[in-house]
């Protein structure tokens, strides 16, 4: 962010014209998710993951204007983060739902600007993160003066973090319980079976590891998004397996699972209790795009055979909480993660702990799950509860609400994780406030991205 800053500054009196600078923020950008976004072309080939590259960059031309634009005014480094926030959430929200995966926020997460969050979400974090990069730019070359607003750019929001690490960030007097939970991560065959074959074989191993944890004191289970592919409610097989494990550990279970009504197919994470029955569950609200299902099918099967590939799920409603016996657990699917209102609405609801059970199997052993644990680590932080992170073929995790991992499992092989966590009823000001937050910077972005603009054109033609 730093070194973008710096070539978008001017230097001697002099700095880039707009459309050089909309070619140095594109090239910033590809360059970035060509490095971070392989993983979308494990299972489709590399020219979906190229175009989804591209695509994201050609935001980063709104980028690298309003920076030049800026940086033409002494304090611009100042006024730079709130042009990249703004740019960020036009990416992380058009065209169908935005791309959230790419924000600046969840690279944070080992770093003081994470604590943030509890304050303002990602957008907060990605200004700040942008603050100082643009900050440590000013220390190089600019005057004396800015150099002093520089050095604070950097060392404000720094300190802010390191302070609301220790004084905000996961209050235990704010536990109101606790509730031992297992994560089941029962893996997926690689090779070697048809596809129901396949899906049959990861309903019996999600069994077979919950079976493992008979005899274990648990208060609840969770098992990944799609643990089940085959609908228990309408395969008798899949229903008496699934049955099985809940007897075995006679606690309910949370199971992923596809359901259809009369709307369409579900991604549903359902609650199977031993004593009920069936329960409350979670239809996927956020589908991801181009995957679950196909913006625009005709149009683009001009371009991709892939087209037919993506499947034509339909948005359950926005109600993200199921309660399994006395705990309310707050449910984001997956992709559902990087999506502010997900989990904010959940605590808002009441969710005293939160699950984010997610099928990375498809992406391999890339990056991928690793960068989706990362936007739940931050989440923890952002709304001061624990997280199981329950994957398929990993990488499962318990996350602890101040962002920290106490266990994980490795790639592709079974596992299952024990362990007693926090009950929190808290609401953090970024579960109530975080809109408006972001609404803010957003606004302020805006209106200093046009007055930039406006008094450059004035000047250039004066």
């Known amino acids: 962010m730093a070194g973008l800053y710096v070539a978008l500054m001017p230097w ?3 700095g880039p014209r707009l459309w050089s600078g909309a070619l140095l923020g594109f090239t910033h950008a ?4 060509l490095f971070m976004l392989p993983w979308i072309g494990e299972f489709v080939g590399n020219l979906p993951y190229i175009a989804l590259a591209v695509v994201c960059a050609l935001y980063a031309l709104a980028t690298g204007v309003g920076g030049v634009a800026v940086a033409r005014w002494r304090y611009g480094f100042l006024a730079f983060p709130f042009v990249y926030v703004l740019v960020e959430w036009a990416r992380s929200s058009f065209p169908f739902g935005g791309f959230a995966w790419v924000r600046l926020a969840w690279g944070q997460i080992n770093g003081p600007l994470a604590n943030l969050a509890v304050w303002g979400g990602p957008a907060l974090v990605s200004f700040a993160a942008a603050l100082v990069g643009s900050g440590l730019a000013a220390l190089v070359i600019r005057h004396r003066g800015a150099r002093i607003a520089g050095a604070l750019a950097v060392l404000l929001p720094l300190v802010a973090g390191a302070v609301t690490g220790l004084t905000v960030v996961n209050r235990e007097e704010a536990t109101v319980g606790e509730t031992r939970v297992a994560a089941v991560q029962g893996n997926v065959p690689r090779m070697g079976l048809d596809f129901n074959a396949q899906r049959r074989a990861v309903l019996a191993n999600h069994v077979r590891v919950t ?27 899949a229903g008496e397996l699934v049955d099985r494990a809940v007897r075995a550990v006679d606690t309910p279970i949370l199971v992923g699972t596809i359901t259809r009504d009369e ?8 609650v199977m209790d031993p004593e009920t029955g069936r329960g409350d569950q979670h239809d996927k609200h956020f589908l991801q795009p181009f995957g679950e299902y196909m913006p625009m099918r005709d149009f ?4 991709s055979e892939y087209v037919d590939q993506a499947g034509d799920f339909k948005p359950g409603p926005p109600e993200f909480t199921v309660r399994m016996r006395d705990v309310v657990i707050g ?5 559902e993660v990087a999506f502010d209102p997900a989990l904010r609405t959940a605590v808002l609801d009441g ?10 199997a498809t992406f391999g052993f890339t990056d991928m799950t690793y960068q989706q ?3 739940s680590r931050l989440r923890a932080i952002e709304v001061d509860r624990a997280v199981v992170v329950a994957a398929t073929s990993g990488v499962s995790a318990i996350v602890h609400p101040d962002g920290s991992v106490s266990q994980e499992t490795g790639i592709f092989e079974p596992g299952r994780l024990v362990e007693t966590l926090p009950l929190r009823d808290t609401i953090t000001f970024a579960a109530r406030y975080g809109g408006h937050v972001q609404t803010a910077l957003i606004i302020l972005g805006g209106l200093l991205f046009i007055t930039a603009l406006v008094t450059g054109r004035r000047r250039t033609t004066a």
């Open 351 to 360: 969710a005293q702990l939160l699950t984010t059970p997610t099928n990375n």
């Open 300 to 303: 683009f099967r001009m371009f």
């Open 331 to 335: 449910v984001a699917t997956c992709y």
């Open 12 to 14: 001697r009196g002099r």
């Open 211 to 237: 079976e493992e944890l008979a005899g274990e004191e648990l208060d609840l289970v969770i098992w990944p998004e799609n643990s089940s592919d085959v609908n228990p409610f309408a395969d008798p097989e």
């Open 30 to 33: 590809v360059v970035l998710y």
């Open 263 to 270: 709307v369409g197919d579900r991604n549903t994470m359902v």
């Open 373 to 375: 644990l990362a936007m």
